[in-house]
């Protein structure tokens, strides 16, 4: 048995290979970028009004004949002299001649004159060409993390897909006897199965696909479903029958298989029965059964896998926090906690079994205390993991 730290750095150290795929703009949302992105254009590709108003030629005076109008998506170019001026409207092309555009709210009009109440600048009002970005400059990073608005950028370029790394192809094995679906009459001994729709949650945004495999507690039955998940993604993830009881078939199929363990069996609660393995370039995790304690290995262990595979080099997401209350500790096991926190405090909630996902729903962070027997106060500094 190892330590959570071990285990982590374990994980951390595995030699992952990413895969390159060309996917659409409406696909890529929370995608990495696995290569720079040159902007094809100028933008803006026109020198454009940043306001409705009046584009003028300036002259001495405040008073300019208005020639005509141009709106957003007009392509005429107006020709202006000295003392004339056009009607625009925010993003529209200002005219070669216009060397400014005056806020409406600056202007008055009498019929074809336009008076002005400031005195104009050059260019004021006016985006010049490239001002965000210019042509063959980097628009995005290798590595940057594609949102709504790094998608809305790259599309207002003209671009229409991009090169990102592959999010991995997940198999969820869930097993057990005991387990029937929601939905139906629950027959006394049996318990409804959530830990598969639970993970599949989980993975949402991690992956390109998801499968679950269901299982029942017999060694031939495991071992060709977890051989044939292998063969299909890149990364399994099972779900109970990690244990030593006599029906729990998991980790001696994994031998059989061939898997090389990296850890079995880790010094925290709860959790402490979790498989990592690799089969050629594949990952194999073995979480225990009980609800809460296999969702905790999920974010504590796979969830950065799965970042990591995708490209994601900021795989962890921790942060130190302030106890509200005072705690004891009292374990031989580090501990993850289900908690809430708000601004610099985290609080402890109840319910903290491995079988429990009650709170867990409730819960936006896990606190992690080392083992051993201490006291907390209020204010103490604790590690959390973002969930």
Same mark, same amino acid.
Not at 156 to 178: A, D, F, Q, R, W
């Given at each position: 048995?190892?330590?959570?730290?071990?285990?982590? $750095?374990?994980?951390?150290?595995?030699?992952?290979?990413? %895969?390159?795929?060309? #996917?659409?703009?409406?696909?890529? $949302?929370?995608?990495?970028?696995?290569?720079?992105?040159?902007?094809?254009?100028?933008?803006?590709?026109?020198?454009?009004? +940043? &306001?409705?108003?009046?584009?003028?030629?300036?002259?001495?005076? $405040?008073?300019?004949?208005?020639?005509?109008?141009?709106?957003?998506?007009?392509?005429?170019?107006?020709?202006?002299?000295?003392?004339?001026?056009?009607?625009?409207?925010?993003?529209?092309?200002?005219?070669?001649?216009?060397?400014?555009?005056?806020?409406?709210?600056? !202007?008055?009009?009498?019929? %074809?004159?336009?008076?002005?109440?400031?005195?104009?600048?050059? $260019?004021?009002?006016?985006?010049?060409?490239?001002?965000?970005?210019?042509?063959?400059?980097?628009?995005?990073?290798?590595?940057?993390?594609?949102?709504?608005?790094?998608?809305?950028?790259?599309?207002?370029?003209?671009?229409?897909?991009?090169?990102?790394?592959?999010?991995?192809?997940?198999?969820?094995?869930?097993?057990?006897?005991?387990?029937? *679906?929601?939905?139906?009459?629950?027959?006394?001994?049996?318990?409804?199965?959530?830990?598969?729709?639970?993970?599949? &949650?989980?993975?949402?945004?991690?992956?390109?696909?998801?499968?679950?495999?269901?299982?029942?507690? *017999?060694?031939? +039955?495991?071992?060709?479903?977890?051989?044939?998940?292998?063969?299909?993604?890149?990364?399994?993830?099972?779900?109970?029958?990690?244990?030593?009881?006599?029906?729990?078939?998991?980790?001696?199929?994994?031998?059989?298989?061939?898997?090389?363990?990296?850890?079995?069996?880790?010094?925290?609660?709860?959790?402490?029965?979790?498989?990592?393995?690799?089969?050629?370039?594949?990952?194999?995790?073995?979480?225990?059964?009980?609800?809460?304690?296999?969702?905790? !290995?999920?974010?504590?262990?796979?969830?950065?896998?799965?970042?990591?595979? +995708?490209?994601?080099?900021?795989?962890? %997401?921790?942060?130190?926090?302030?106890?509200?209350?005072?705690?004891?500790?009292?374990?031989?096991?580090?501990?993850?906690?289900?908690?809430?926190?708000?601004?610099?405090?985290?609080?402890?909630?109840?319910?903290?079994?491995?079988? &429990?996902?009650?709170?867990?729903?409730?819960?936006? !962070?896990?606190?992690? #205390?080392? *083992?051993?027997?201490?006291?907390?106060?209020?204010?103490?500094?604790?590690?959390?993991?973002?969930?």
């Amino acid at each position: 048995m190892i330590t959570v730290v071990e285990a982590l $750095n374990i994980l951390n150290n595995i030699s992952i290979r990413k %895969s390159e795929i060309t #996917l659409p703009l409406h696909l890529v $949302n929370n995608y990495i970028l696995s290569q720079d992105v040159f902007s094809p254009i100028n933008m803006p590709p026109f020198r454009q009004s +940043a &306001m409705d108003g009046f584009a003028i030629q300036t002259d001495e005076n $405040n008073s300019y004949k208005i020639i005509g109008e141009i709106k957003a998506g007009d392509t005429e170019n107006i020709k202006l002299s000295k003392g004339q001026s056009v009607k625009i409207f925010t993003g529209a092309k200002v005219p070669d001649d216009a060397n400014a555009v005056i806020q409406i709210e600056k !202007c008055s009009v009498n019929e %074809s004159i336009l008076t002005i109440e400031i005195e104009p600048k050059i $260019n004021q009002n006016i985006r010049p060409i490239g001002e965000q970005i210019f042509i063959n400059d980097i628009a995005l990073s290798k590595d940057t993390l594609l949102n709504p608005a790094a998608i809305g950028f790259l599309a207002g370029l003209g671009i229409t897909e991009v090169k990102v790394y592959k999010k991995p192809s997940v198999g969820i094995i869930v097993t057990g006897n005991e387990l029937i *679906e929601p939905g139906i009459p629950l027959p006394d001994g049996k318990i409804y199965e959530s830990n598969g729709i639970m993970l599949q &949650m989980a993975l949402s945004e991690l992956t390109s696909e998801i499968q679950v495999y269901k299982v029942f507690d *017999e060694y031939q +039955a495991t071992k060709q479903v977890i051989e044939n998940a292998i063969a299909i993604h890149d990364v399994v993830l099972i779900s109970g029958g990690i244990s030593v009881g006599d029906y729990d078939f998991v980790y001696d199929s994994l031998q059989v298989i061939g898997v090389q363990t990296l850890f079995y069996k880790v010094n925290q609660k709860p959790g402490k029965p979790l498989f990592a393995g690799t089969f050629n370039d594949k990952v194999i995790l073995a979480l225990p059964g009980n609800p809460a304690a296999s969702l905790t !290995c999920f974010y504590i262990y796979v969830h950065p896998i799965l970042k990591k595979i +995708a490209g994601n080099s900021k795989t962890t %997401s921790t942060a130190i926090k302030e106890l509200s209350h005072d705690f004891v500790v009292d374990n031989p096991r580090s501990q993850f906690l289900k908690a809430n926190y708000l601004d610099a405090t985290v609080s402890v909630l109840s319910h903290q079994q491995s079988s &429990m996902l009650n709170t867990f729903a409730l819960a936006n !962070c896990l606190i992690y #205390l080392p *083992e051993g027997n201490y006291e907390l106060k209020k204010g103490s500094k604790v590690d959390i993991y973002h969930i």
